[in-house]
């Protein structure tokens, strides 16, 4: 076969598979369930509006979860595992920060927390009859 009937066919073959793939994938996208919408999501919020706070509960399981997670990932070994612990100690902070909101205390003043201003306002919390 002609080489130059090869390299032919291939440029005009290419424009129909990446035609026929972006079809497929299209489909494939059509037909994947969506998650139903829930209060809160950027897509329902109206911009200049406050966001909904999450409940004193939400909150309370969160800051458990965050606790659990934390401790298992410090003792295993997984990849990175110091910006895993640091995103949680981040998460578990503004989770800490929420809580103060809630119950009406004046959050933490400074993001990230310094361990002494997280044990102050997780002390600040249980004297408030928080508990997790």
Not at 21 to 44: F, I, L, N
């Amino acid at each position: 076969m002609d080489p130059l009937l090869t390299i032919w066919g291939l440029c005009l073959l290419s424009p129909v598979i990446m035609w026929g793939g972006d079809k497929v994938m299209q489909a494939r996208r059509s037909r994947r369930p969506t998650r139903a919408a829930r209060p809160g999501d950027s897509a329902q919020r109206v911009p200049g509006l406050p966001r909904e706070r999450p409940s004193l509960e939400r909150l309370v399981a969160d800051l458990h979860r965050l606790e659990r997670e934390y401790r298992r990932v410090e003792c295993s070994e997984p990849p990175a595992k110091a910006q895993r612990l640091r995103a949680i100690s981040l998460a578990y902070d503004d989770v800490l920060c929420e809580c103060c909101l809630a119950l009406g205390l004046p959050p933490p003043p400074q993001r990230p927390l310094s361990g002494v201003d997280r044990i102050q306002a997780e002390c600040e919390l249980a004297r408030h009859g928080l508990t997790w």
